[in-house]
């Protein structure tokens, strides 16, 4: 069993940064994949970015290649998500996931999930 917890979100302004994070409890964080979705109102659960076990690969969605980079602090339990030049369009919730295993971009591979944090970028 993994408890995740986001926080980091908040209100900026377009072009400005956030930091989001996700700790886990549990003992076999290092051994999950861990992967970031966001949903807007009104939209489906999207992929924004994934980093494997070790940390080793990472993977992000194509509207936010460039401007984010996912890590992870396996000593700390955690997994971060930097994100730079925002845009309106990033507003949603965002929520960490832990995976066992599968396709990284599909929420149906992540076996848990955080309550989510709000990201709202005003123009």
């Known amino acids: 069993q993994v408890q995740l917890v986001e926080s980091g979100g908040g209100l900026v302004q377009a072009g400005g940064s956030l930091r989001l994070s996700c700790a886990a409890s549990?003992?076999?964080?290092?051994?999950?994949?861990m992967g970031w979705f966001r949903q807007a109102p009104g939209k489906e659960r999207e992929f924004v970015a994934a980093?494997?076990?070790?940390?080793?690969?990472?993977y992000y969605a194509d509207s936010v290649k460039g401007r984010c980079t996912i890590s992870r602090d396996n000593a700390k339990n955690t997994v971060y998500l930097q994100m730079n030049s925002l845009k309106p369009e990033d507003t949603a919730v965002y929520y960490c996931?832990?995976?066992?295993?599968?396709?990284?971009?599909?929420?149906?591979?992540?076996?848990?999930w955080g309550q989510g944090t709000q990201v709202t970028v005003s123009s």
């Open positions: 980093i494997s076990w070790s940390g080793g690969y990472t």
């Open positions: 549990g003992r076999t964080f290092s051994s999950y994949a």
């Open positions: 996931a832990a995976s066992n295993g599968g396709t990284y971009f599909d929420p149906r591979a992540y076996d848990y």
